[in-house]
């Protein structure tokens, strides 16, 4: 296909703007299906005139091919160490310190803003396009970075001006956001990997990873808050700085000047709502991967208010600092992001340079810590728990301790090796913290507080549930419990086969489905179709009403979409999104259960790793038993389709798509559904024919073998409505 360079620069804007709209605003404008349909084509036309391609194109976010080893460089300027403080009498001190050095009364006016927990790095802007990017390093040299930053889709690749300075180095925090990392390791203990012990930890490994591709992979952000070197143009102040590069399109978190009064600050601060923040707070306790994402959800919504309204301050004397300092301390916890203090700088950039620097700290700024907020308890117990997948999860119960203003009972141990690499053992005393604010983990044991007679905690080889033998999969480092009729399994998969973004059955709380596990009313998910109101009104504190209530809901979830039914499964692997694939690419449950590993692999966003694990789901004869009993029961599917045409040459006949074609993929077979076509991932004898556009693969090749009948463009398209 013939395209032209102008469409392609509309389209590249196009996706910028798209980009910045999502994941700096977080106000999106159009669908992620219909981004990734704009993304797509834009890849296409970068493959067909990779000559057109330039480094601010959003194609560089993807990651490219990983790295032996980084290369080194020095920083223009170096990038210093600040001095500490921790207390407002230590803050006191600094502005007195200062205003001695300057032999002056005058109140100085700082520039106060948040402390990010992350990772320090430089970005080299050079005629407005990011050349390069360096860590922190040892301050003086840091490691080149700049293929695993380009992946940050909030950063723009050229910054948002027609006159850009020749030269602009700013300097920023890689952060990953609390509910991002929560959701990061729920799915790395899922997939038996490593989980992270911090955010801050998670974005500094993430951008030393040597394959971009991970980096890509990961929900980095960053925030720039400094300049380094530059050149064709200058800066007043912090104040001045700031709202310049806001302007470029670079994220910062916004800030209000001195004119404006510390209260109309905090008030303007305190319009977010109550409600959320209170959310923010409790409600990453969920563990359950819906309710983390209804968090995340929720979260999102107040993210742009919190950088984009006054969070950085510029402070007219050093009372309103330390009444900074004590407001962002008592809010820290309903911040989306990890701080451990604030930044106090000199505002104004001529009074920087003459107050200078002192060894290898600027004179001119100052960090003011809070408080580590940990506590020493002890741990009563571990108990382990099965969880929906027959991951074996290891949970520290300990006396209740009150840690950032939420007690703290238990803690999640994560894994064997993780067990092993601190050495905890019952009866312990030990450190504890939020770790990112949120988590509760064990920080270190103190072992001259440890009995005599401690013994090393070691995860059961048989499941502490079921009491059949666990395995530890090659590869992962956690172990399963792989009995699919194991209660705590069964449990947990009806939680989840109940919960709101499966069948949302909304009168099954946790608690119901756990007494009528005990009381034996179910076993399994078809079970709860077959309940009467009569027997669960037996049950103790069950009246009629609610009993009703709960067979009125149970009813009314049997007519439910397909990708939701197989969200609701709770197939290893398959998430949300991967269930609509599914659903998008089968059309009809039959269908699905006939899904084989070298149709599945085909399927966007579908690896080997879920292929196998659907695979394998599928081949349980039990599963797919109890799949079909669901449907008996009145499970009924709600469909979007056109009407299907009866008369079309289509009808009936299995089509094969390979190669690019002029309209999209997905597109094109909800064209040939309406025309009764059916679509398939793979090519075989059964296969009557292959749509081939530019560039086929390898179904090309076979369908050729097997004398397939091929349909091209020319041919294809006089047979579409």
Request: hydrophobic share 35%; aromatic share 8%.
């Amino acid at each position: 296909m013939a395209y032209k360079k102008e469409n392609y620069e509309k389209l590249k804007i196009e996706v910028i703007e798209h980009n910045y709209n999502y994941h700096v605003l977080d106000q999106p404008k159009i669908s992620d299906y219909e981004f990734d349909q704009l993304f797509s084509e834009l890849l296409k036309i970068e493959t067909a005139h990779p000559e057109w391609v330039t480094e601010d194109s959003p194609s560089y976010r993807v990651g490219g091919d990983p790295l032996k080893e980084f290369e080194k460089a020095d920083h223009r300027l170096p990038m210093l160490s600040l001095q500490n403080t921790y207390s407002t009498e230590e803050i006191t001190a600094y502005d007195e310190r200062l205003k001695k050095f300057l032999k002056s009364d005058r109140d100085i006016t700082y520039f106060c803003s948040p402390k990010f927990d992350g990772l320090a790095v430089e970005l080299i802007y050079e005629n407005g396009l990011l050349t390069r990017a360096l860590t922190r390093g040892d301050g003086t040299t840091g490691e080149v970075v700049t293929a695993n930053i380009k992946t940050i889709k909030s950063l723009p690749l050229k910054l948002n001006t027609k006159n850009p300075p020749e030269l602009l180095e700013v300097r920023g925090e890689i952060l990953i956001f609390k509910d991002d990392f929560k959701i990061m390791n729920y799915t790395q203990q899922e997939r038996g990997l490593q989980v992270f012990a911090n955010p801050r930890n998670a974005a500094a490994g993430t951008i030393r990873q040597l394959d971009p591709k991970i980096a890509a992979s990961r929900p980095l952000r960053i925030f720039c808050y400094a300049p380094g070197v530059t050149q064709g143009i200058q800066f007043k102040s912090q104040s001045d700085f700031e709202k310049q590069i806001q302007e470029w399109g670079l994220p910062t978190v916004h800030h209000e000047s001195e004119k404006q009064s510390f209260s109309k600050f905090k008030d303007h601060f305190n319009k977010l709502p109550k409600a959320i923040r209170d959310y923010q707070i409790n409600a990453p306790q969920a563990e359950d991967l819906d309710d983390i994402k209804e968090f995340r959800k929720k979260s999102l919504e107040i993210t742009h208010q919190f950088t984009s309204r006054s969070f950085s301050k510029a402070c007219t004397s050093i009372k309103e600092v330390i009444e900074y300092y004590e407001y962002i301390n008592d809010v820290r916890h309903s911040l989306p992001f990890d701080i451990d203090g604030i930044v106090i700088k000199v505002n104004d950039y001529k009074l920087q340079e003459e107050l200078g620097q002192v060894a290898r700290s600027p004179r001119w700024a100052a960090a003011a810590k809070f408080a580590p907020e940990q506590a020493e308890t002890i741990i009563n117990e571990i108990k382990v728990q099965v969880g929906r997948t027959g991951a074996l999860t290891p949970v520290a119960i300990m006396e209740p301790i009150k840690v950032g203003g939420v007690t703290i009972t238990h803690a999640t141990l994560h894994n064997q090796d993780e067990i092993d690499r601190k050495d905890i053992r019952v009866g312990d005393s030990v450190i504890v913290q939020r770790a990112g604010d949120v988590i509760p983990e064990v920080v270190e044991v103190l072992k001259n507080k440890r009995s005599k007679d401690s013994k090393k905690f070691k995860i059961p080889s048989k499941c502490p549930s079921c009491k059949e033998k666990v395995v530890k999969p090659e590869g992962e480092v956690v172990s399963r419990c792989i009995n699919i009729l194991c209660p705590s399994i069964v449990s947990q998969s009806l939680k989840h086969f109940v919960s709101r973004r499966a069948m949302n059955i909304d009168k099954l709380g946790d608690r119901i489905i756990d007494i009528f596990l005990e009381e034996g009313m179910i076993s399994g998910f078809s079970d709860l179709y077959r309940l009467k109101a009569e027997d669960i009104e037996k049950l103790d504190r069950q009246g009629k009403k609610s009993s009703q209530n709960i067979v009125a809901s149970i009813e009314k979830s049997k007519n439910i979409s397909l990708n939701r039914f197989i969200y609701a499964l709770g197939i290893r692997f398959v998430g949300e999104q991967t269930a609509r694939a599914l659903a998008n690419h089968y059309r009809s449950l039959d269908r699905f259960l006939e899904a084989q590993h070298e149709e599945l692999i085909e399927i966007e966003d579908i690896g080997p790793k879920v292929a196998e694990s659907i695979v394998k789901a599928l081949e349980n004869k039990n599963f797919v038993k109890e799949i079909k009993e669901l449907v008996k029961q009145g499970i009924q599917f709600e469909s979007s389709a056109k009407p299907v045409q009866s008369d079309s040459p289509l009808t009936g006949k299995k089509v094969v798509i390979t190669g690019t074609l002029p309209i999209g993929r997905n597109d094109l077979k909800d064209q040939l559904e309406t025309l009764g076509a059916i679509i398939s991932g793979s090519v075989s004898k059964k296969t009557d024919y292959v749509i081939v556009g530019d560039d086929p693969g390898s179904k090309f090749e076979k369908a050729k073998s097997l004398k397939v009948e091929i349909l091209d463009w020319e041919k294809l398209k006089p047979l579409l409505p």
